[in-house]
């Protein structure tokens, strides 16, 4: 019968192996079964164990022995506690055993299906292979499985928790590129969820197996080769980062991967089933959020303008922005789809909106399963993350109905619900499921079509994916659109071509015919339209209403309200009595020695520590080496009650490495003794040890309830520093946890076992787990030492045996310094739970106030230092008013009358003035000649017919020219720049030159062509100055002489002045409508400046009168004045001018130094309080900023209009124009507002020869401009120099749909007629259409009533214009206003890396043989990220100084690692001398590290480093601090500190001209700034195209950097550019410009929409090096021979002043007979060598000699000044020849102020 039974099991088991085999079932079916069947048997065996264990542990008549029970203890029965998740080893077991199978599978899928697939996709890789596919030994674990009970029968669902750590190698080849690459290791982890659906009753049970990740995995390959593979045509556009979104998001929620078992099943249907439901989410509004946006610096704390962000899995969601509000109503409505319950979470984040970047104000998360239960859950939400604020939500459960009976109840409700959101709520959601399609017709030419449809409900349009190469295509795609009234809607179905131009056919399906289907569905074959005769397509579509029964709701809310219950805790009497004991730990004295040596005969030291046992506690101080007198100074706390009988032990140990640890001493104290004393500070003898002592600090802190006490509290513990790190609580929280209530139950239905955790900051409780209930009572107390209330935050979480998390509350400490006493006792909600569930606790705060903060007198005696020093707290504003206040000299009456002030700005106590001051004039006395200087302009327009001299083939063909002009007026000249081979150049170039009328005689022009070698002469031309001048403005062609042929066609003017104010205006709109090639803008004004004196200047620091200089500064020009002799009252009498490009925005400022480096003063002159004055003069004395109060300057100002007579050379729109203009049919006109003019930019212009200035145009009243034509006649119309006296009629420039001037244009084809030339940075605004946007028209046309009375006319507004524009917005073409950038633009940062130095480096270079060490030759290796940096070699040194920096942009990733590799340069393998690495999150969070870092993997060696994060400002008034810190910064690596951050965001470009062919441009944009270049993609055809790409680039000087920004056609064809100063940002709000720009070189209406934002690095290092506190360099040798000081500056030429010596080193008796001599270098023939004269028997000469070299600013740059102080030696003298030598950079020398100071003198080491 055994032998029956035996063979029975074997048949079975064998059987459907046979049957497998003969239906030819797969073969992963088989490895399923046996697998399922296996979990199957492994659990039934378990649990029938677990239960007999507990029947033998229970059953009273059977025996239990000790081996019995302990072996129940360890079989427990599920019913015990069993988690939810559960660990299933044997599937492991069965998938390591099973993985080489599964390998062969994968093999054979790769190779038979994959690789064709890819080589069919593309014709570049049709040559792929793979040459080979080990899936490894590591096989994929399930670290365990949940299975879900509460959902549909008809499925199986669970959550499978893998973890893969695989060695996978997979090499594959493209052979027809050589190119080989492949995987190296794969890391997947995650949850994953799988879902066995449709259970059938047949083999395999299971009909699919679908399979997704709810959130997003954790998924890391290792590539091999992957940069040859990319270089493949057609794959090239990917990335590796690319690469892992595409496969991490290819098993993400919504995506699924569906496997079906058996045939014939809907997998489109299993893929996308229809989702669990629909949540209506209803943000209503938010309460108490955090103010993030201050003023006036920070002193005043504003509001905030918040937005929320709402996520759920891919779907995301931004309501609008409220501004300045902490509590906003959003009153907004959203719906989102719910595929997976439980698992999805509602995310909501809150944030401030600013211009640069948002700022954080919480978050808050949900699990939809709790909203799925309850239906409605409608809750304040406490945000996290944040010190305030929670938001107000109501969500809802939209179920899925099959039948359309309740449909019209539902659009009855939704006609309730309100929403300030543009989507109206939806009645239904509509699945459509695309199958496929049939017999579709072919392309032309007979080929076969690649289909893809194009789905579309209303105004929301889907794609499926593209079927290739068939007219037969099968697509299993499903689509979900939300449905807001079926009756009304349609879906359309157009069936395309991939290039999605050709129609294979098109569908129409209403929604109203889904209505009266049964249950909702339609599942049919559609012929399709516009297609073949036998075309169609099937399509499922399934239509479901959205319902939510309310009166359920309602009922349901209704009985989850329970009984009243109490309203406070009922705490034990002893509850917040304990106190807090600080034990300070100073020192030790005279203690035992415990160390012997030579084996006890000498005594040596100990290495003590001290143990601390209290209440216990016991604390551990740390091991000080080798010291009978050790010193601790460590604190530790403890928290106690003071009940009697307690003790504090201590005992002093000696550590010791292999034995036990020697005892040298204990101490016992009672602690009712420190209570009494309070506090105990004294030395303690040691017991039990022959002698030590020891040195404490005890203290029972008092507690107080009153909050004004906390900040003695934080001053005090801001100032204690200890050595073990420990920071002095600043109060003691107790709290009591009594009860909770309404918890949710499991997702089994049961009542949670429930138990609280307690945590603030790194200190954590735990409460006892209560039987099962949902209204535990733990009634237990808690206390937490608090380091500081105003940012602690306590958190109780409340879990069922602690894995499944059933609710928490966050309590912020400084709730409670707002509560009576301090004290909160209530019923809290709790988040993360049921909206019922509370939580009834006592949270009682008690503030340590230590004995120090009880006296006024200590507390008073250290008082907070202020931030900054008051003087620089001062506005800007406010400095620069008294700058300009006028101050009268003290008992003298005059005619000039100062401002009137009120009382309190005036000096309480007069200055004591002598009396000789009665004596000072009221005015200055100028020279006669002052102001009677002119201004020279010359227009260097165009030339013809020159003289052709490059000849071809040897000078048989004759070639062109590459002419240039070079201009010569007195001692100045200009040069322009090269046209190249063009015998008819044109330049269009501009220079303005201030002269005295009798200065030069003649204007010298000569033009040459540019060779390699010797340039050609191709002309010259004399004018008479004297006819210039007699004419003021002469236009015409002038003959070059001593050629044979050529004419030269300038523009000469001798600008007229005025001193009347209106001239101002016209003058601006003279310059604004002139542009020209080199850049140059017309210079509007004319600034005169005498600076006579100065009276009652403070002394120098010596006691000593200053010897004092003045320094004049406006914009990038400055000048100074001679240096008077010692005085206070010092007199210069020099004149001084500056041309102004924009009066109004100009400002002077005026420095007085003593010797040019002691400052005694300045002045700040804004321009435009000139404008003010009579006849534009000012003459009367200044008040000096930063001086005595007595300290004055006398100076004379006068301003002179520049009045060009260009607008009176250019004819006016004629009538006959303006007509035609008005004449245009209306949809083709629109006009334009300005709302925003852009300024020109500024350019270089030559200030009488002296220096160069830079001030931007103003182009407020130009409206539109165009280019002229290159037609030779229009060229020289359009360039004739000269503005227009436009009226506001003329301003009002109509554009048509493309921003197209049809009247200027029709005005640039007539041949008299002249066009307005524009500048290339004009601000293009785009099209508005509405009526707001006309009213903003007639605004700007007609301004208000106080500009008419300024000289600008008021021109009433016409009816008809505004009629013909509101015809013109139903055509127009209509383009978005600014940028919409990612929310991350903006947001990279800078890390700048200072190398310093290092020490104690390991020695690698051996010396004979390795028997001597030698030396090191080290440099270092900087990576972060993908950027390696490289510091230059140190010869022979261990100690090396590199002193180099480092900067580079990247986003804020606290991961990511900086590190740093040290190597010896050897000739041929570097040898390794350490590493280190340091978290880019931690440098963020200190935003400034200085340290000594210790190297890794080597014996010894540290590296100095500092490391900051560059805080970023968008405070214009912060660049010229970091532009002075940033010069006072020099390094070896010749690096420049940048200035600010720019980044720029490219969004589209329209109107583009088309190519020569006539196509349309493939347009891509190149953005170059300085040495840093980007590209962007290069887009399809289009005219618009449109990148939306973010770049970044480091800005050394906004005030002079440019930005161009070049379109081309494929690289390779110039379609327009864009120059953009970045000095134009400075006077923008936020430094952000966000609007259209006009194009150079290409069409009038051609446009590019960018965003620009500069940020300014605000660097603390430049801060604390300008304070004299900048890092250390250890290993600087400081000089031993001397200093000598040396002033640089450059005006006209070069001047090195040699002043003195000091502190020279000899060891001569006699003295030193010493001189200098200097050279600036390279100078191989030593012209340049200069010396001073001998200074005899003197160690601290003194020499004040000057000298000067004729070079420019560029060259002198260029140069390193080498100075040596020499002995002048006679013959026989021994003494060495140089004393000390110094060599200057000049490139680093600022010779716009100058330099003056000390250097140290260096030994001559040669």
């Known amino acids: 019968m055994s032998i029956l039974w035996t063979f029975g099991k074997c048949l079975t088991a064998l059987l459907p192996v046979y049957f497998a085999g003969y239906y030819r079932v797969s073969t992963s079916l088989v490895v399923f079964g046996l697998m399922v069947y296996s979990g199957w048997k492994h659990t039934r065996e378990s649990k029938e164990a677990r239960l007999k264990s507990a029947i033998r542990l229970l059953s009273p008549d059977q025996e239990c022995s000790p081996s019995s029970i302990s072996k129940s203890k360890r079989d427990l029965p599920a019913w015990v506690n069993f988690p939810d998740v559960e660990k299933v080893e044997w599937l492991n077991k069965v998938i390591q055993q099973a993985w080489p199978y599964i390998g062969q599978y994968l093999e054979k899928l790769l190779t038979e299906t994959i690789a064709p697939s890819i080589r069919a996709s593309s014709a570049h890789l049709q040559t792929l292979a793979f040459t080979k596919i080990d899936f490894g030994d590591k096989a994929m674990k399930v670290v365990g499985v949940k299975a879900h009970t509460e959902n549909d029968k008809g499925q199986v669902l669970l959550d499978v928790y893998i973890s893969y750590v695989g060695n996978v190698e997979i090499n594959v080849e493209v052979k027809r590129y050589f190119c080989k690459a492949g995987v190296k290791g794969i890391q997947l982890q995650g949850m994953m969820r799988v879902i066995l659906e449709p259970l059938i009753g047949d083999v395999p049970i299971v009909g699919a197996v679908t399979m997704f990740f709810i959130r997003r995995p954790k998924l890391d390959i290792n590539w091999t080769g992957l940069t040859n593979l ?189 929403s300030k959101t543009a989507d109206p709520p939806s009645a239904a959601i509509l699945a459509v499921y695309l199958d496929k399609a049939e017999a579709l017709p072919m392309k032309k030419g007979n080929k076969e079509p690649s289909p893809m449809v194009q789905l579309s409900v209303q105004d929301k349009t889907r794609e499926s994916r593209t079927s290739w190469n068939t007219i037969n295509p099968v697509w299993e795609d499903a689509f979900t659109f939300f449905i807001q009234d079926p009756h009304k809607q349609d879906i359309d179905i157009q069936v395309k071509d991939n290039d999605r131009v050709q129609t294979l056919g098109s569908l129409s399906i209403p929604l109203s015919r889904l209505l009266e289907c049964p249950q909702l569905s339609l599942d049919h074959w559609f012929q399709l339209k516009q297609s073949g005769p036998a075309s169609r397509m099937h399509v499922n579509t399934v239509l479901r209403v959205l319902w939510m029964d309310e009166d359920a709701v309602a009922s349901s809310m209704e009985a989850q309200k329970g009984a009243q219950q109490a309203l406070h805790t009922s705490p034990d009497p002893s509850f917040a009595t304990e106190g807090v004991l600080r034990i300070h730990l100073l020192e030790a004295q005279n203690l035992v020695p415990k160390d012997n040596l030579m084996g006890g005969m000498v ?237 009834l606790l006592r949270a009682q705060l008690k503030v340590l106030c230590p004995k120090v903060t009880e006296s006024p007198k200590e507390y008073t005696e250290m008082p907070a230092l202020p931030k900054t020093p008051v003087k620089e707290t001062k506005p800007e504003k406010e400095s620069v008013q008294k700058s300009t206040e006028t101050a009268v000299p003290v008992t003298i009456t005059s005619s000039v009358t100062a401002p009137e002030k009120k009382e309190s700005e005036i000096p309480s106590k007069a200055p004591d003035v002598p009396s000789l001051v009665d004596l000072r004039p009221l005015n200055t006395s100028p020279d006669p000649n002052f102001g009677t200087e002119g201004v020279l302009r010359i227009h260097l327009l165009e030339a013809q017919d020159l003289v052709p001299k490059d000849n071809l083939m040897g000078g048989m063909v004759k070639g062109k020219s590459d002419p240039y002009v070079k201009i010569s007026i007195g001692g100045t000249s200009f040069k322009s720049h090269v046209i190249k081979e063009n015998l008819n150049p044109t330049w269009n170039e501009m220079y303005e030159l201030v002269l005295v009328s009798a200065s030069a005689s003649e204007v010298l022009v000569e033009v040459y062509d540019k060779d390699i070698d010797k340039d050609d002469f191709l002309g010259r031309l004399h004018i008479s100055l004297s006819e210039i001048i007699q004419a003021q403005y002469t236009d015409q062609w002038f003959t070059l002489n001593n050629v044979k042929h050529g004419r030269l066609h300038l523009v000469l003017e001798w600008l007229t002045k005025s001193t009347q104010a209106d001239k101002l205006q016209q003058a601006l709109q003279t310059q604004s409508i002139n542009s020209y090639q080199n850049k140059a803008s017309p210079a509007a004004a004319l600034l005169f400046l005498l600076v006579e004196r100065a009276h009652a200047l403070p002394m120098v620091k010596g006691g000593k009168e200053p010897k004092a200089g003045a320094e004049l500064v406006l914009g990038d020009t400055s000048y100074k004045t001679k240096v008077c002799d010692r005085s206070t009252s010092p007199e210069w009498h020099e004149a001084f001018h500056f041309l102004l490009h924009d009066p109004r925005e100009d400002t002077l400022i005026i420095k007085l130094f003593s010797g040019w480096d002691q400052a005694l003063g300045s002045v700040v002159l804004p321009i435009r309080e000139l404008l003010s004055k009579p006849d534009l003069l000012m003459d009367q004395w200044q008040t000096l900023d930063g001086a005595l109060p007595e300290s004055q300057i006398l100076l004379r100002a006068n301003l002179k209009i520049l009045v060009s007579k260009m607008d009176r050379k250019i004819e006016k729109p004629t009538e006959k124009h303006a007509e035609q203009s008005l004449e245009k049919p209306a949809e083709e006109i629109m006009e334009r507002p300005s709302e925003k003019p852009m300024e020109k930019p500024a350019v270089d212009t030559f200030v009488g020869g002296r220096s160069e200035g830079r001030a931007p145009a103003n182009v407020e009243q130009l409206k539109q401009e165009v280019k002229p034509t290159p037609r030779l006649d229009e060229l020289i119309a359009s360039t004739v120099p000269g503005g227009v006296s436009i009226s506001e009629e003329t301003h009002r420039v109509p554009v048509t749909d493309v921003n197209r001037d049809s009247s200027l244009e029709d005005l640039s084809k007539e041949p008299h007629s002249v066009p307005i030339v524009g500048g290339a940075s004009k601000v293009m605004e785009p099209i508005k259409t509405t009526k707001s946007a006309a009213d903003n028209e007639q605004h700007h046309l007609n301004p208000p009533d106080e500009h008419s009375e300024k000289g600008q006319p008021k021109v009433p507004a016409s009816q008809p214009v505004a009629e013909k524009k509101t015809e013109v917005a139903n055509s127009a073409y209509f383009l978005p206003q600014h940028t919409s950038p990612d929310p991350s633009f903006g947001t990279h940062g800078v890390l700048r890396v200072h190398l310093l130095e290092a020490q104690n480096l390991v020695a690698m270079d051996s010396l004979m043989g390795g028997m001597v060490k030698g030396k090191s030759d080290p440099y270092v290796k900087i990576s972060i990220g993908g950027t390696t940096f490289k510091s230059h070699v140190i010869k022979e040194n261990l100690n090396p100084t590199w002193n180099e920096m480092y900067e580079m942009i990247l986003s804020p990733d606290p991961n990511l690692e900086v590190k740093f590799e040290l190597y010896d340069k050897d000739i041929d393998s570097d040898d390794f001398l350490g590493r280190l690495k340091v978290k880019l999150g931690e440098i963020i969070s200190s935003q400034y590290k200085d340290e000594w870092l210790a190297l890794n993997d080597v014996k010894h060696g540290r590296l100095h480093l500092v490391l900051e994060w560059l805080p970023t400002v968008t405070q214009n008034d912060k660049l010229q601090q970091v532009l002075q810190m940033q010069s006072a910064q020099s390094y070896q690596n010749k690096a420049s500190p940048s200035a600010s951050l720019l980044s720029i965001f490219i969004d589209r470009a329209h109107a583009l001209p088309l190519k020569k062919s006539g196509k349309e441009p493939k347009a891509g944009a190149e953005l170059v700034l300085g040495e840093s270049s980007y590209k962007t993609k290069m887009c399809d055809r289009s005219t618009s195209p449109q990148w939306r790409e973010v770049f970044n680039f480091l800005v050394h000087d906004p005030r002079k950097d440019i930005l161009v920004i070049k379109l081309s056609s494929g690289w390779d064809q110039p379609v327009g550019s864009l120059v953009l100063p970045m000095r134009d940002l400075l006077s923008q709000p936020d430094l952000l410009l966000d609007q259209w720009w006009s194009l150079d070189g290409a069409s009038p209406e051609s446009q590019i929409l960018l965003r620009a934002q500069l940020k300014v690095l605000n660097s603390k290092m430049a801060a604390l090096m300008a304070l004299g506190t900048g890092p250390i360099l250890s290993n600087k040798q400081v000089a031993t021979t001397g200093q000598i000081r040396i002033s640089l500056s450059h005006q006209k030429k070069l001047i090195v002043a040699i002043y003195a010596c000091r502190g020279l080193v000899t060891s001569s008796k006699e003295g030193l007979d010493t001189y200098v001599s200097f050279i600036l270098l390279p100078d191989k023939s030593k012209i340049t060598k200069r010396k001073t004269a001998v200074k005899k028997k003197d160690l601290n000469p003194e020499f004040n000699e000057r000298f000067e070299f004729d070079m420019s600013v560029e060259d002198a740059r260029q140069r390193v000044l080498s100075v040596c102080v020499k002995h002048s030696s006679s013959f026989m003298s021994r003494d060495k020849d140089v004393i000390g030598q110094v060599q200057i950079d000049l490139a680093q020398v600022d010779f716009l102020s100058g330099v003056t100071e000390w250097f140290d003198l260096k030994e001559d080491n040669n």
Request: proline share 6%; net charge negative.
């Open 603 to 839: 005594k040596g030291k100990s290495d003590p520590y001290v143990t601390i046992n209290v209440g216990g506690t016991t604390f551990k101080s740390h091991v000080i080496k080798e010291n009978l007198n050790p010193t601790w100074n460590e604190m530790y706390e403890v928290v106690l009650t003071d009940l009697p009988g307690q003790d504090i032990s201590l005992e002093v140990l000696d550590k010791d490495m292999d034995m036990k640890d020697d005892f040298m001493g204990r101490l016992k104290i009672n602690l009712n003794d420190i209570i009494k004393s309070q506090h105990t500070d004294m030395w303690f003898t040691l017991n039990g040890v022959k002698h030590g002592r020891i040195h404490l600090g005890l203290e029972w802190l008092p507690t107080e309830t009153q909050p004004e006490k906390l900040q003695q509290v934080l001053h005090y513990q801001s100032k204690s520093a200890y050595l073990n790190k420990a920071i002095p609580a600043a109060a003691l929280l107790f709290v009591y946890l009594e009860a909770a209530r309404d918890l949710p139950f499991k997702k089994s239905g049961k009542e949670p076992k429930v138990g609280a955790e307690l945590l603030l900051g790194g200190t954590g409780y735990k409460t006892t787990v209560c039987e099962r209930t949902s209204s535990p009572q733990w009634n237990e107390a808690f206390h937490f030492l608090v380091l500081d209330p105003r940012k602690e935050e306590l958190m109780v979480k409340l879990s069922h045996c602690w894995d499944f998390s059933l609710g928490y509350v966050v309590i912020p400490m400084k709730e409670l310094l707002s509560q009576p006493d301090l004290l909160l006792d209530q019923w809290l909600s709790l988040d993360g739970a049921s909206p019922q569930s509370q939580i």
């Open 230 to 418: 990319l270089d493949i045509p057609g794959l090239n556009v990917m990335s590796d980062s690319m690469i892992m979104d595409a496969i991490a998001s290819f098993l993400v929620l919504p995506n699924r991967l569906t496997v079906p078992l058996v045939p014939d099943l809907p997998v489109a249907q299993l893929r996308s089933p229809l989702p669990r439901g629909v949540v209506r989410i209803h943000l209503i509004e938010a309460d108490e959020l955090a103010a993030k946006d201050n003023y006036v610096k920070g002193v005043m704390a504003g509001l905030s303008d918040p937005y929320a962000l709402i996520r759920v899995g891919p779907q995301t969601f931004k309501s609008h922005h409220k501004d300045n509000t902490a509590s906003p109503k959003w009153g907004e409505m959203y719906e989102v789809i719910i595929h997976e319950v439980p698992g999805q979470e509602l995310e909501v984040e809150v944030y401030d909106k600013d211009p640069d970047k948002d700022d954080f104000l919480g978050r808050t998360k949900m699990d939809l399963g709790i909203v799925r239960k309850c239906k409605v859950v409608d809750e304040w939400l406490t945000l996290k993350n944040t010190e305030t604020g929670r938001v107000h939500l109501r969500l809802e459960w939209l179920a899925l109905q099959e039948s359309a009976e309740k449909l019209e109840q539902v659009l009855k409700r939704n006609e309730t619900v309100f």
